[in-house]
Structure formats: structure tokens, C-alpha cells
């Protein structure tokens, strides 16, 4: 339910920048048509060109516009120029928009051993994992199960860039932050080494596939191989 609700605003927003598209591309149009209307002089008084009635459709709108254009052709083409980089620059801020958006990983996912990589012993257990996300954190509850042992991992990811503490199923307890790369959540780990007043470091990504039902989660450490698991979207 909180997916569903995340992207129906997500949605909300991009409809709402759509539709400033869409009034900048009417602006343009009603600037083009109305230069071209004054140089050919067929505004024919300022009292139908600027009649509130006509402001409603873009005929009355071109209308309007033809008359003040009329009076300073020679800033329209300044104008319409104005307005095309308006109208583009809202274009890339969707496209950056749509790119950038946070992936909102809320769900039941199933590990996937057999498509996993480099994850050891744990590739003979089996780990279900329960995702909520809001705006402000995302919370991971790992059940696993490893010849009979089971265990629940609590894991919080604070989405502001807040450093917290979790505990790592290899390494015991940790220092976390977490924060966006575009569609992909990245957490830094450190938690005390081995070897007394050592820390051991490492950088945990998480991110979905294009459409949305396998989840990667890698894991990476100075001299190690990296930790591919992957998960797949429950039914």
C-alpha cells in the first residue's frame, strides 16, 4: 500500500510538470502565431485583442497576444525565444525527474541463490525479505534460514543521510549512512575489525531491475571479491 501511494504522487508530480508543458507549448504557439498575425496587420483594434471573453481558447489567446505584438514586433522574436527555453528546461527537469526518482523497493523479495554471486555458505540457505518504504527511511527485515537456524535481521536505512546503527549479519553491530545515487540506495558500513582498534569497511548497494521484480544487493570490501545477492519479487 505505501508503494502504491509513494507512486501515485510520484505521478501527481510528473502530471503536474506535464501540465506546465503544456501551458508553456500553448504560450509558444499563441507568441508564434500572434507575431505572424502582426506583421501581416490583421489586428484590427487593441479592444478584440485583449477581450477577456477570448482568453480561455488559445484563438483568443493568439488574438490577444497579436495586438501587443503588434505594437513591438521587433521584441517577439525575443519573447518566442524566451519561451522555447522555458518550454525545454521543463523538459529536461521531467527527464531528470524520471531518472532521478528514488526506487521504492516495498515488498516481499525471495534470495536467489543460483543468479547470486560470491555468497559463499550462504548460497545452501534461504532468506525472505520484508521492505517497507517511506520518504525518510527504509526498513528491511531479513528472515533466514541456514540448516535449521533461523534468524530475523531488523535493518534501518535512513534516508536523510543520518548516520545510525545496525546490526550486519557477518560483522555484528555497525555505523551506517545511506544515501540516493539516483535509483540506487547506497550504504557505507563500519563496524570494529578483528583485530582490536581496527575498523573494517564496507559499501553496500541496493537498487531494482527496469521493471521492478529482481532486486540486486551488492556488497563491496577493499581486497574482496564483491557480494552479488539477488532477489526476486514475491508473488
Known amino acids: 500500500m505505501a508503494g502504491e501511494v509513494q507512486r501515485k504522487h510520484a505521478w501527481d508530480q510528473l502530471n503536474w510538470c506535464l501540465d506546465r508543458i ?15 498575425f502582426a506583421r501581416s496587420n490583421s489586428i484590427q483594434s487593441p479592444s478584440i485583442a485583449s477581450h477577456s471573453s477570448l482568453d480561455d481558447d488559445l484563438i ?15 521584441n517577439g522574436g525575443d519573447s518566442m525565444k ?6 525545454l528546461v521543463l523538459l529536461a527537469a521531467v527527464a531528470a525527474y524520471a531518472a532521478s526518482a528514488p526506487a521504492n523497493s516495498s515488498g516481499t523479495w525471495n534470495f536467489a541463490p543460483a ?15 520484508v521492505i517497507t518504504q517511506s520518504k525518510l527511511q527504509l526498513v528491511v527485515e531479513d528472515n533466514s534460514d541456514f540448516s535449521g537456524q533461523k534468524d530475523t535481521q531488523h535493518t534501518v536505512y535512513d534516508l536523510t543521510g543520518t548516520s545510525v546503527t545496525n546490526a550486519s549479519m557477518m560483522a555484528g ?6 544515501h540516493w545515487d539516483g535509483a540506487q540506495l547506497i550504504t557505507d558500513w563500519e563496524s570494529p575489525g578483528a583485530i582490536a582498534g581496527t575498523m573494517t569497511k564496507r559499501t553496500e548497494k541496493r537498487y531494482l531491475s527496469n521493471d521492478g521484480d529482481t532486486m540486486f544487493v551488492e556488497s563491496t570490501r577493499a581486497g574482496k571479491d564483491t557480494i552479488v545477492m539477488v532477489f ?3 508473488k
Open 22 to 36: 503544456d501551458c508553456a507549448a500553448a504560450d509558444v504557439l499563441a507568441d508564434w502565431c500572434g507575431a505572424q
Open 60 to 74: 483568443g489567446r493568439v488574438h490577444r497576444r497579436a495586438y501587443h505584438a503588434q505594437q513591438a514586433v521587433p
Open 82 to 87: 524566451k519561451r522555447i527555453v522555458t518550454l
Open 115 to 129: 543468479q547470486s554471486r560470491n555468497v559463499g555458505m550462504m548460497a545452501k540457505g534461504t532468506i525472505q525479505t
Open 173 to 178: 553491530q555497525a555505523t551506517t549512512r545511506s
Open 232 to 234: 526476486l519479487k514475491g
